[in-house]
C-alpha cells in the first residue's frame, strides 16, 4: 500500500500512476499543489517532511492540525471529509515510523 504523507492510500486515488506518482516520490509537489498552492507544494508535506524533519504527519503530536482539518477534497461532502480524517489519523497512528 502506497501511503501519502497526510494518510491517503494512493493507490485509490485514479490520479495516481498518471498525473501523480504520489507526494514522497514528488517531494510534495503533486500536480494540484503546482496549480494551487504558492509555494507549489503541499501544505501537509511541507510542513510534515520539510519543515519539522518527519517523515509523515503520523509522528505530529499535533494531529490532526488546524491545516489537517482545514484541506478538504472540494469533490467530497462535509461527512465524506470527516471520515476521511478519522480513516487518515488511524492510518497514520497505527504504522510503524
Given at each position: 500500500m502506497n501511503?501519502?504523507?497526510c494518510g491517503l492510500i494512493c493507490d485509490e486515488c485514479p490520479s495516481f500512476g498518471n498525473?501523480?506518482?504520489g507526494c514522497r516520490a514528488v517531494k510534495g509537489?503533486?500536480?494540484w499543489a503546482?496549480?494551487?498552492m504558492p509555494n507549489k507544494t503541499c501544505p501537509l508535506y511541507n510542513c510534515?517532511?520539510?519543515e519539522r524533519g518527519y517523515s509523515d504527519c503520523g509522528a505530529c503530536a499535533e494531529l490532526p492540525c488546524k491545516t489537517f482539518l482545514e484541506m478538504k477534497d472540494?469533490?467530497?461532502?462535509d461527512e465524506e471529509h470527516r471520515q476521511s480524517i478519522i480513516d487518515r489519523v488511524a492510518r497514520l497512528k497505527n504504522q510503524t515510523n
Open positions: 501511503l501519502s504523507t498525473e501523480c506518482n509537489q503533486t500536480f503546482l496549480e494551487m510534515a517532511v520539510n472540494p469533490s467530497s461532502t
